[in-house]
């Protein structure tokens, strides 16, 4: 790394010559092996880049020169060239976040890890710097082909071209995927630009066949200059990012580094909006990357670094349960079908897709669009099932509200990934849905917390056809098999008070939100330990708010909810509504997680911190017990 070690921040690439940026191009490529095999992260994105950061930092001045990268997962090279080459800790407690961080440097701008927006704070800082007087300032907004599939997206360009005087530099990264392969017809396109010979090209060969016809040949040659325009649609249609009065620059090779900086160079120089549009390889240089189908390792665990291959194989995680039992009610069910936005594979769907690929939907990056076509779907009479990150329905509430929920129609939310999910930091815990759902009139909310619940539960919603429904588990591996040892109304009875019946008063009833139940059946068995008596439920459907709830609140002396959603409007919020509603004046104490940015790190790290385990749950209502002095002597 004799290299990569001299390189403390961007200008320190100045001095390199072009034999020397190739071999740092190598050793960048090298280090991300090593490094992130030991760790995890996001591999084949960066792996892909490599050039492209380096020519963008060789061309513009950050931070001066505001660099802004959609999603950030490509984001690592920055950070190498940025002065942040300690990935030991990479996503982990105390270590690098595995997006841009504005906490850990100047040049880090934005910190979204959502897809489609970065065009959107390129025209505000860009409409800024020209409020401002900074007009020497562009703004290099660095956004993948599949990113372009989302529609906030598109609403900046329109809003982008308008503005024909702002250095707005749009580094479109094409490598023909977001996860998996990019699909639709912005795909198609941008397909065709890659694909094609290039109007430079053509003119080029016209210009010197044309010139040596006798007489009419330069006539011609003008004649073929003067309809550059209509050529250009038929030679390689980059027309329709001109007609919204953006100058376009490309394809360019993503991995010349001399080609890269003198079309950013270009751009940088034009004074207004310029799309310069780059074809990368994901993965490009490590082998295992490239010969991966699926998502070219975009992102990996820990692995070995000559093979690709998992350093330890991991039980059976709650993502591929749901995957299994697609494909099983698919079978069952001709109307049953599938949608994705662009994560086929990461919530499970692959399979599902690979038997009925005519049941199969990946609307691209476009979540209010998988929504509003749900509906459009159950209109029509077929039920489908659309599976998303949780964190990521935020952006579809109000298709949820009213398309899907207005019209009382069939549509079953599957949300992957609810609850704090850890490493990829603040924006990727799925913290939010049970909150924002309850608002929603009619609509039905799942919380399995096993496998089996999973596949009941699934079952249970997509039966539902008066109303949206919703099944959410969080990540990672699924853990063992929680029993139920009786049932009060819907609700499952996971633990009885010592030496009674599911009815006999006790001190305290746990309501056991999901993937809560071993936690929560931990805290009841120290209780018990500290002669505090209790009753575990788990509601399975957490909204409505099951009828049986507050008669059986009523025989116990305190009530407390246990939920990985943020405490603010979440299941504790509706239960405590339903025991109003229902006159049972028992005190309620909700747990769940703070409204707060979880910083990075594991999932268990950040339930510990949050005070979501056996230990703390149990400590925290023996207080409350105490305090009341209700506990049996």
Same mark, same amino acid.
């Not at 372009?148 to 609403?155: D, I, S, V």
């Not at 066949?209 to 249609?237: E, N, S, Y």
């Not at 082998?287 to 699926?294: K, L, T």
């Given at each position: 790394?004799?290299?990569?070690?001299?390189?403390?921040?961007?200008?320190?690439?100045?001095?390199?010559?072009?034999?020397?940026?190739?071999?740092?191009?190598?050793?960048?490529?090298?280090?991300?092996?090593?490094?992130?095999?030991?760790?995890?992260?996001?591999?084949?994105?960066?792996?892909?880049?490599?050039?492209?950061?380096?020519?963008?930092?060789?061309?513009?001045?950050?931070?001066?020169?505001?660099?802004?990268?959609?999603?950030?997962?490509?984001?690592?090279?920055?950070?190498?060239?940025?002065?942040?080459?300690?990935?030991?800790?990479?996503?982990?407690?105390?270590?690098?976040?595995?997006?841009?961080?504005?906490?850990?440097?100047?040049?880090?701008?934005?910190?979204?890890?959502?897809?489609?927006?970065?065009?959107?704070?390129?025209?505000?800082?860009?409409?800024?710097?020209?409020?401002?007087?900074?007009?020497?300032?562009?703004?290099?907004?660095?956004?993948?082909?599949?990113?372009?599939?989302?529609?906030?997206?598109?609403?900046?360009?329109?809003?982008?071209?308008?503005?024909?005087?702002?250095?707005?530099?749009?580094?479109?990264?094409?490598?023909?995927?977001?996860?998996?392969?990019?699909?639709?017809?912005?795909?198609?396109?941008?397909?065709?630009?890659?694909?094609?010979?290039?109007?430079?090209?053509?003119?080029?060969?016209?210009?010197?066949?044309?010139?040596?016809?006798?007489?009419?040949?330069?006539?011609?040659?003008?004649?073929?200059?003067?309809?550059?325009?209509?050529?250009?649609?038929?030679?390689?249609?980059?027309?329709?990012?001109?007609?919204?009065?953006?100058?376009?620059?490309?394809?360019?090779?993503?991995?010349?580094?001399?080609?890269?900086?003198?079309?950013?160079?270009?751009?940088?120089?034009?004074?207004?909006?310029?799309?310069?549009?780059?074809?990368?390889?994901?993965?490009?240089?490590?082998?295992?990357?490239?010969?991966?189908?699926?998502?070219?390792?975009?992102?990996?665990?820990?692995?070995?670094?000559?093979?690709?291959?998992?350093?330890?194989?991991?039980?059976?995680?709650?993502?591929?349960?749901?995957?299994?039992?697609?494909?099983?009610?698919?079978?069952?069910?001709?109307?049953?079908?599938?949608?994705?936005?662009?994560?086929?594979?990461?919530?499970?769907?692959?399979?599902?897709?690979?038997?009925?690929?005519?049941?199969?939907?990946?609307?691209?990056?476009?979540?209010?669009?998988?929504?509003?076509?749900?509906?459009?779907?159950?209109?029509?009479?077929?039920?489908?099932?659309?599976?998303?990150?949780?964190?990521?329905?935020?952006?579809?509430?109000?298709?949820?509200?009213?398309?899907?929920?207005?019209?009382?129609?069939?549509?079953?939310?599957?949300?992957?990934?609810?609850?704090?999910?850890?490493?990829?930091?603040?924006?990727?815990?799925?913290?939010?849905?049970?909150?924002?759902?309850?608002?929603?009139?009619?609509?039905?909310?799942?919380?399995?917390?096993?496998?089996?619940?999973?596949?009941?539960?699934?079952?249970?919603?997509?039966?539902?056809?008066?109303?949206?429904?919703?099944?959410?588990?969080?990540?990672?591996?699924? /853990?063992?098999?929680? #029993? =139920? @040892?009786?049932?009060?109304?819907?609700?499952? *009875?996971?633990? $009885? %008070?010592?030496?009674? +019946?599911?009815?006999?008063?006790?001190?305290?009833?746990?309501?056991?939100?999901?993937?809560?139940?071993?936690?929560?059946?931990?805290?009841?068995?120290?209780?018990?330990?500290?002669?505090?008596?209790?009753?575990?439920?788990?509601?399975?459907?957490?909204?409505?708010?099951?009828?049986?709830?507050?008669?059986?609140?009523?025989?116990?002396?305190?009530?407390?909810?246990?939920?990985?959603?943020?405490?603010?409007?979440?299941?504790?919020?509706?239960?405590?509504?339903?025991?109003?509603?229902?006159?049972?004046?028992?005190?309620?104490?909700?747990?769940?997680?703070?409204?707060?940015?979880?910083?990075?790190?594991?999932?268990?790290?950040?339930?510990?911190?949050? /005070?979501?385990?056996? #230990? =703390? @749950?149990?400590?925290?209502?023996?207080?409350? *017990?105490?305090? $009341? %002095?209700?506990?049996? +002597?």
């Amino acid at each position: 790394m004799a290299l990569l070690t001299r390189i403390r921040g961007p200008r320190d690439l100045d001095r390199l010559t072009p034999a020397q940026l190739s071999a740092l191009a190598e050793e960048i490529r090298g280090f991300l092996v090593e490094e992130v095999s030991k760790t995890g992260g996001h591999l084949g994105p960066n792996l892909g880049v490599v050039e492209l950061t380096l020519a963008m930092h060789r061309v513009f001045d950050s931070p001066r020169d505001r660099i802004l990268f959609d999603t950030g997962h490509q984001s690592y090279v920055h950070k190498l060239l940025t002065g942040r080459q300690d990935f030991s800790r990479l996503k982990m407690k105390g270590g690098l976040s595995g997006y841009p961080s504005r906490s850990e440097s100047e040049h880090d701008v934005i910190e979204n890890s959502h897809a489609s927006t970065v065009l959107g704070y390129a025209d505000g800082l860009a409409k800024a710097n020209k409020i401002q007087g900074h007009k020497d300032r562009p703004v290099v907004a660095v956004i993948g082909d599949g990113a372009l599939t989302g529609g906030m997206a598109w609403e900046a360009l329109n809003n982008i071209a308008d503005s024909r005087d702002l250095p707005i530099v749009i580094v479109v990264n094409d490598n023909e995927r977001s996860y998996s392969p990019t699909i639709g017809g912005l795909a198609n396109h941008l397909s065709t630009l890659r694909t094609t010979q290039g109007y430079e090209r053509f003119l080029s060969w016209g210009k010197d066949a044309l010139q040596r016809t006798p007489v009419v040949g330069q006539a011609m040659f003008d004649t073929l200059h003067g309809a550059k325009k209509g050529l250009k649609d038929f030679i390689a249609p980059q027309g329709m990012f001109e007609d919204l009065g953006l100058k376009y620059i490309g394809p360019i090779d993503g991995h010349d580094l001399q080609a890269l900086e003198s079309a950013f160079t270009k751009a940088r120089g034009f004074g207004g909006p310029v799309i310069v549009h780059c074809i990368t390889e994901k993965g490009r240089g490590y082998h295992a990357a490239e010969n991966n189908d699926e998502d070219r390792f975009h992102a990996v665990g820990v692995i070995h670094p000559d093979t690709g291959l998992p350093v330890k194989t991991s039980g059976k995680d709650w993502t591929s349960v749901f995957g299994e039992e697609m494909v099983a009610l698919g079978r069952e069910r001709r109307d049953l079908v599938a949608i994705t936005a662009a994560m086929l594979h990461p919530v499970g769907l692959a399979p599902f897709a690979k038997a009925y690929p005519e049941r199969t939907f990946d609307v691209g990056i476009a979540e209010q669009h998988a929504a509003v076509c749900a509906a459009g779907l159950a209109t029509n009479g077929l039920h489908p099932v659309v599976a998303v990150y949780a964190t990521f329905l935020n952006r579809a509430f109000d298709q949820v509200l009213m398309d899907v929920a207005l019209h009382r129609l069939g549509v079953t939310f599957v949300l992957d990934r609810a609850g704090v999910t850890g490493t990829d930091g603040a924006s990727h815990n799925g913290m939010w849905d049970m909150s924002i759902l309850q608002v929603v009139p009619g609509l039905r909310l799942a919380a399995p917390r096993d496998a089996e619940q999973v596949r009941l539960q699934l079952r249970e919603a997509v039966e539902v056809t008066d109303a949206p429904t919703v099944v959410r588990y969080s990540k990672g591996n699924v /853990g063992p098999a929680v #029993p =139920a @040892v009786g049932q009060v109304g819907g609700m499952d *009875v996971l633990r $009885r %008070s010592e030496g009674g +019946s599911a009815d006999e008063a006790a001190d305290v009833l746990i309501v056991s939100v999901g993937a809560m139940a071993p936690i929560c059946l931990e805290a009841a068995e120290l209780l018990a330990g500290r002669g505090v008596t209790s009753t575990v439920v788990d509601p399975r459907w957490v909204k409505p708010v099951d009828a049986a709830l507050p008669g059986l609140a009523a025989q116990h002396r305190l009530v407390v909810t246990v939920e990985d959603n943020g405490r603010a409007g979440g299941v504790g919020s509706a239960i405590a509504q339903a025991l109003r509603d229902a006159d049972v004046d028992v005190p309620l104490r909700d747990f769940g997680i703070p409204q707060e940015f979880l910083d990075h790190a594991s999932r268990a790290e950040i339930m510990a911190e949050i /005070g979501l385990t056996g #230990p =703390a @749950v149990a400590e925290k209502i023996e207080a409350l *017990v105490s305090a $009341r %002095s209700f506990a049996r +002597s």
